[in-house]
């Protein structure tokens, strides 16, 4: 097994293309093609965490935080990237890390909050935009059953929880080949009307080269003619935070403290208690109180999270309780996705949980 075949399977759980534009997620040390000896999951990357891979002959890190965020231009071992960098290198460890792309996945970091806290009907809190696209192509119609298999097959057709999904009229399509084409059907240099179907379906941004790859593979004509339309509409099944409910309302006190025993936290930052029942749950793994308009308007009891300002506190203003029980606290169980993942993939593989918790916050 290479390098690239983790890649390949953690980048079909959580493509690249769902990254923020301030991220590095991806291979950021070593050769695709380099054998893997073994793999170790964890949320940071520092030297501890390097010597933690030598020591279990792991030549392949998985963390959730990339080391690497911006440029590099020199290597002098000041900072602890820098010294990181160095001691990976040296010792030949690889370095692959899934961020914001798998806090964006439907079942990434937001979603295991949620599974800890044992939640029901949970939705992407504020879902992606500008993320799908509609195929438009145009197939002889005897074709057009297997054409629309294809891309169905390739991810195309997803609206919500129906699958299968595409819209197809009747219409005569003309071309005329030069002498330089072998027509699927007419004659070179006569003008054809063939009886066609407009296939109409709809998919997310990241599945394109595999959906246009399945189209042309299943087209019978020399030329295929296709059309790709942006759409405004949101992709309900990618995006930043959760929202789901608890299957019964508790008090206020009473989830704090499950809260604070489920994520181990050291303690809870928390706005006032509305003396209320809570049963409408938000979160979001890491930095979320961006999301807290979101989890107000959604109707939210509570917004679990991190990372939240002395000022952003006030925002709450009445309607929700914040509690914000630390960055790495939401997102320790990163590792537990890393590493179902790659287990269910390869099965017989070598996969280390990391024993170093790398939290720098500590609490007295």
Known sequence: MQIKDVARALEEFAPLQFQESYDNAGLCIGIPETEVTGILVSIDITETIIDEAIEKNCNLIVSHHPLIFSGIKKITGKTYVEKCIAKAIRNNISIYSAHTNIDSAFEGVSYKMCQKLGLINCKVLMPSGNFLFKLVTFVPKDFAEKVREAIFAAGAGHIGNYDKCSFNTSGSGTFRGSENTNPFAGKKGSLHFEDETRIEAIFPKHLQQNIISALLNSHPYEEVAYDIYSLDNIYEKAGMGMIGELPEETNELSFLGKVKSTFSSGSIRHTKFLNKPVRK??????????????????????????????HQFFDANDKIMIADIGHYESEQFTKEIFYDLLIKNFPTFAVHFSSNNTNPINYL
């Open 281 to 310: 749950v938000a979160v979001c793994g890491g930095s979320g109180s961006n999301l807290l308009a979101k989890a107000i308007n959604k109707g939210a009891d509570i917004f679990i999270s991190g990372d939240f300002k002395y």
